[in-house]
């Protein structure tokens, strides 16, 4: 890549961030406004948390098969054409006239969303390794953000119009976007012409057998995201149920608390650059783990629940900032692949977590939920401790 650092203003950092915020936002739409989607497909709640894994297996195959293309083709030209595009995929979630062609929507927008991880480490690279961490900092709290507001946004429009106004609203938001990202992306012209797009999938097996960090990161990740995902796919049940008899406007508001992870990402992406990126995926971990101990016990309460939140978001954060940064450490000519590696498992863990947590709220209830997502963050704290306990 042509050095392009001196358009890293904060101008420019800030649109790519609100890039990766808006596009991601697309995934997750669906989350406060299941009940009403499900009441006017006339289909079960369970089936709307097919919605929400179909979505994110889409977007997992999406990083499989689109993003390494970051790695030889024109990166403006990728993320301008895959910005597009990701506005027609909600357009035909807007349009579908029956439940099976608004699953298959989902899966489409969950495709054409991987902007954002193209994104993240062309900014990488642009930064440098001093900054990097900063930087990677300032674009996963867009990310994050963008995942939030995309809760508040769609619970509130919601319910003040119809569910599919959310999906002629998004796209109008994304069409603007891409006219900014036309005007003010660096026409950077290079590619890898040496690298074929065969030959840059073949590769991928082997840079996760000769990398242990990105196996770890990759491994962390699963199970970390599968457990932001178990909360936020079942929210919308636990409030609307008995406990709380919430709807979706109060979703949206709860999304809100959900912000302090990604005001926390900038301060996460310092530390990154400062300290032992190893031991703040530990503290996201503990973060995440104390957050499901006190959902367990207290959910019921309204000032444990929003506590909880917070501790959930701000700990994903520490584990995504702080191992993408490790991933990105690992080299800039792969640093797409080791980034679709990271994230195919990351998302892998996103569509387990988004079933397995539907599936337990429909068999056990709230307590399936909790439960299941202490599961999940054992095996991370096992992996973590155990596995790869001799890692650096």
């Not at 709290?141 to 507001?149: N, P, Q, R, T």
């Not at 990126?277 to 629940?305: E, K, N, Y």
Request: a positive charge.
């Amino acid at each position: 890549m042509e050095d392009h650092s001196n358009y890293l203003t904060k101008q420019f950092i800030f649109l790519l961030a609100a890039t990766c915020g808006i596009v991601v936002a697309n995934m997750y739409y669906i989350q406060p406004i299941g009940t009403q989607v499900a009441e006017s497909f006339q289909v079960s709640t369970s089936a709307i948390g097919s919605v929400t894994m179909l979505t994110q297996l889409g977007y997992a195959l999406g990083l499989l098969l689109i993003v390494p293309l970051g790695d030889i083709l024109n990166k403006r030209r990728l993320i301008i054409t895959m910005a597009a595009l990701s506005s027609l995929s909600l357009l035909g979630a807007f349009f579908a006239p029956n439940f099976q062609l608004f699953i298959f929507s989902a899966f489409i927008i969950g495709l054409l969303s991987v902007v954002p991880q193209i994104i993240i480490p062309y900014g990488a690279v642009l930064a440098g390794p001093e900054k990097r961490g900063q930087v990677m900092g300032k674009l996963l709290s867009g990310l994050l953000v963008g995942i939030l507001l995309s809760r508040t946004f769609s619970g509130i429009i919601a319910s003040i119009f119809p569910w599919r106004s959310v999906y002629l609203i998004a796209p109008i938001a994304i069409i603007l976007l891409t006219i900014l990202l036309t005007i003010k992306m660096p026409k950077d012209t290079t590619a890898n012409t040496k690298l074929s797009y065969s030959a840059s999938l073949k590769s991928i097996p082997l840079l996760v057998k000769s990398q242990k960090v990105l196996r770890e990161a990759a491994v962390s990740g699963f199970f970390m995201f599968g457990t932001f995902s178990i909360f936020w796919s079942t929210l919308i049940f636990y409030i609307s149920s008995p406990v709380y008899n919430w709807g979706t406007f109060a979703a949206g508001v709860l999304a809100v608390f959900g912000l302090s992870g990604a005001l926390a990402a900038p301060i996460v992406g310092k530390l990154s650059d400062q300290y032992a990126q190893r031991t703040i995926v530990w503290i996201g971990l503990l973060m995440q783990t104390s957050s499901f101990i006190i959902l367990h016990f207290f959910a019921a309460h309204i000032f444990p629940l929003v506590l909880s939140i917070v501790l959930l978001d701000v700990g994903n954060q520490f584990g995504q900032v702080a191992n993408q940064t490790r991933v990105q450490n690992l080299g800039e000519q792969v640093s797409n692949r080791n980034n679709t590696v990271f994230m195919f498992s990351y998302f892998i863990g996103g569509a387990v977590g988004s079933f397995l947590g539907t599936t337990m709220w429909g068999a056990a209830g709230w307590t399936g939920v909790t439960l299941i997502a202490l599961l999940f963050q054992a095996l991370a704290i096992i992996f973590h401790l155990f596995v790869f306990r001799k890692q650096d």
